[in-house]
């Protein structure tokens, strides 16, 4: 009372306090000093704690970010008679506790956070924070560190504080600790389901499709018909959301262009065949915010297939202030330069996969075994849920994939170290009675393995920072320290490995969620045990050659187009005694000049073959010189004396074929 009376004498009315000095509202200056080197207000916190409290005048949270308030649910403190449900606060220091939080910093962010909540709205009750009070908060923490005057306010207030900091960036460090603990209660809030937004590090609002979406200026007819666009197809479920994305991106381009190129262009109506490809022109040679470089083809090929989709799309729908009709074809967009999977050489794996066993995080190790074994891609990993691991009935580990990409969940066999770690992890976050999450892509609440403290985590955590972990112990990075391989090779060396065991494209199809079988061929094309085998007997391991078409090959004298078509048909080419190396576009051949064609390639792995026809031809001079065939005589000895020279190329002695003679 003796406060409060200092308090009412040196404010009577409660306005000009709001209104005076941060500082000396606070009580550090603006009257006379008491002996505690503070002035009669700064003792008046109790009184203020009353007023908010019980007749609801909220208190700004500039003030309330100077001051103390861990009495405030402390029964000797009266917090009770406030109205502040203390035994509820106990509830969720325990909850947060079981989530993962330790016992000490589980109350003291609580103590904090809601403390300043409940006095900033004027209301006792825990139970009606919501997630725009958390986000409010969260905004205000970030403008208080970015003041200006933060140095001479830390000085002033923070002498004492347990963060107390120094250095220039001690705003930025104060708002990453206090952000902290107001994410620390939106993870408790959404797991007891008093909030419905999910948590996110920073407790920022998710940015809808009508923020940021395109520059200002933007004339409003431009801008009103893309977010229409965008919104349609993302909440009608046309698209996945990151396909969503990559439209707004390309849309989001074009006006940019359109608005340095044609200002006067208000309404997209105006788009003609002639602007499109003066833009298209202009794709080429812009250059990427990221990298620096021009933006690469597949990313130009998106782009224009949205621009594209949005000008048919909008046209049939029958918008307004569209073009009305298609400007674009699928020939516009530059050719997808068509690569083959990167697999990871065996000792790069091995070396990778012996620093991924030695990850001390086990859900980041986790996550990268089950991208080892699985080939699942990134999201549909992180997406896993409880009941996502069983067996077949031989005993062998199965895994559900959930719906992804391909739209279709899918049941693969998977390595047992991979379900051991999975099995952990899984036990581990069942410990913790997370709350089920929404899952956009199916539409069902779902208990994923992959929470940490409440929150489910991000492909970052999971994967990014575990996958340069990795692979800086693996010695796989350059001399800048930046990795040299991608966690998605990883996908690519399961795929190759599957092939080259002799895997079924279906097999293939399966594991990896490819909806069309052209996908997986590309690792049978590469990995044919066959081809491979008969290549390497034909052009390694110190095998001879010989015949017309040896000496184009060994001089390097085949075009590109000759070279491709032996490497990958190398089967194909296969005759009697050799191979021909005749292209596909050559058209069949029109004789029988097997042995002495241009075409014709044999190696030493046909010796046995061709020291047979020698003792056959023989045979036949001997039938035809019998029966009066001269004409037979003299094409059987020039076929010997053919096959007697492609002998010598291929180093047989003179011994063995003047024995075959």
Known sequence: MAAYRRFVRAWPDLEEWFAAPLLVRAGFTGGPLRATGRTGTFSASGYLVYLALVHGIGLDHEFLFVRK????????????????????????????????????????????????????????????????????????????????????????????????????????????????????????????????????????????????????????????VIERYLLTRLEAGFDRPQTVRLARDGLRRLVNWLGRKHPHITSLAQLDRALIEDYLRWLPTYLSQNTGEPLHARTRKHEINAIGSFCRDTGIWGWDHVPGRPLLTTRDGPRNPQTIPRYLPQHELDALMSAVDGLTDPLQRTALLLLRWSGARRDEIRRLTCDSLDTYVGGHPRLRIPVGKGHSERLIPLHPDAAAALQEAIKLTKTTKAVPRHDPTTGRLEEYVFIRKGRLLSSATLFDDAFEKACTAAGLVDANGTRTVSAHRLRHTLGTQLAENGARIQTIMTILGHKSAAMSMIYSRISDPEVRRQYEAALTAGNRMAGPAAEALMNDKLDDQALHWLQTNFLKTELELGHCLRLPAEGPCECELMLSCPKFLTTSEYVPRLQARLNREKDLIADAQLRGWPREVERHEATQRRIRKLLTDLDESPSVVNHLT
């Open 69 to 224: 308030y861990a009495r405030l649910f402390s029964v000797q403190a009266g917090g009770r008679g406030l109205g502040v449900d203390l035994e509820l606060l106990d509830t969720h220091a325990a909850r947060l506790t079981e989530l993962g939080y330790g016992a000490t910093s589980s109350r003291s962010n609580l103590t904090w956070t809601i403390g300043r909540l409940l006095l900033s709205r004027g209301d006792p009750d825990i139970t009606v924070i919501t997630a725009e009070d958390l986000f409010d908060l969260a905004e205000k923490i970030r403008s208080f560190g970015q003041r200006k005057d933060f140095e001479e306010l830390r000085a002033a207030l923070y002498r004492k504080s347990p963060w107390q900091m120094t250095g220039e960036d001690a705003g930025e460090r104060f708002i990453r600790a206090h952000l902290a603990k107001v994410h620390c209660l939106h993870v408790l809030l959404f797991n007891i389901n008093q909030v419905t937004e999910p948590p996110m590090t920073g407790t920022v609002r998710r940015a809808g499709w009508e923020e940021n979406l395109l520059p200002e200026p933007c004339p409003p007819l431009i801008r009103a």
